[in-house]
C-alpha cells in the first residue's frame, strides 16, 4: 500500500465541501467535528477546514498535515467523503488522543433528528 496521501484522495473545491456539510452526518468530538458522507467514489477523500480561530498559518498547516496523517493511517471502511474540522484544544491534545478520537467519532452514530 503507498505511504503518501494521494490527489484523488482530498477535497478541494468549496462546492464539494458545501455538499457534505449539507448532506453529511455530523459527529462532535472533544478537539474535532467531523463532517461524513457516502460519496459513491472508489475511495474516500478528506477536506479539512482549519479556520483563522485555531491559530495563524502554521498552526493552521500542522493541523492539517496531522489530520492528513490519520486519515491515511486509518482511512473509513466504505468511501465516503469526510471533512474535519479541529476545535480548540486540537494542540493541546496529543497525537495519539486526537487519533483514537477520529476513530471513535468514524463510528459514532449522529446525535438528534437532522434539520
Known sequence: MAETFRPRQRIR??????RV???GRKVHGRVLT???LPNGLEVSRLGVAATRKLGNAVKRN???RRLREIFRRCPPEAPCDVVLVPRQGF???AFLDVHR???SLLRRPPRGPRR
Open 91 to 93: 494542540f493541546e491534545a
Open 101 to 103: 478520537e477520529y476513530e
Open 21 to 23: 456539510y449539507d448532506r
Open 13 to 18: 473545491r468549496r462546492l464539494e465541501f458545501q
Open 62 to 64: 500542522l493541523a492539517k
Open 34 to 36: 467531523m463532517f461524513i
